[in-house]
Nanobody, 128 residues
Framework: EVHLVESGGGSVQAGGSLRLSCTAS???????????RGWFRQTPGKEREGVAA???????NYADSVKGRFIISNDSAKNTVFLQMNSLNNEDTGMYYC???????????????????WGQGTQVTVSS
C-alpha cells in the first residue's frame, strides 16, 4: 500500500509557474522507486486527463497539451515526484492528482493501464 499526498497548488496568473509535489509513504514504499508515477488533472464537467508520467528508469511522457511547458521529475531520497509547470494558461486550471502503479507500462495516454494509488488532489487556478 502506498499513500500519496500532493502539495504546491494555488492561484497564479497566466504565464506564471507552479511546482507541484507528491510525497509517498506507506508499507509499499520500499518498492515505490520501481513504480510508474504520474500526474493527472480534472476540471468539473470534463474527463480526467493524464498530464505526465515518469517510470522507474527515469523515462517520461507527457500529454501533447503540456509538452515543452511541464516537467516531471523525481527525488528518490525524498520519495517525492514533482511537476514543474511553466507558461501556465487558463486551460491548465483544475484539480491535479498524483498517482502510481506497479504494473507494466508507464503512460498517461488515454487507454493506458489504470493507476492503483491516488492522492487527494491539489487545486491549480490560472487567471488571465
Amino acid at each position: 500500500e502506498v499513500h500519496l499526498v500532493e502539495s504546491g497548488g494555488g492561484s497564479v496568473q497566466a504565464g506564471g509557474s507552479l511546482r507541484l509535489s507528491c510525497t509517498a509513504s506507506g508499507a509499499g514504499l520500499r518498492r515505490y522507486e520501481s513504480y510508474c508515477r504520474g500526474w493527472f488533472r480534472q476540471t468539473p464537467g470534463k474527463e480526467r486527463e493524464g498530464v505526465a508520467a515518469i517510470d522507474f528508469d527515469g523515462s517520461t511522457n507527457y500529454a501533447d497539451s503540456v509538452k515543452g511547458r511541464f516537467i516531471i521529475s523525481n527525488d528518490s531520497a525524498k520519495n517525492t515526484v514533482f511537476l514543474q509547470m511553466n507558461s501556465l494558461n487558463n486551460e491548465d486550471t483544475g484539480m491535479y492528482y498524483c498517482a502510481a502503479h506497479s504494473g507494466w507500462g508507464c503512460s498517461v495516454a488515454p487507454g493506458s493501464r489504470d493507476f492503483d494509488y491516488w492522492g487527494q488532489g491539489t487545486q491549480v487556478t490560472v487567471s488571465s
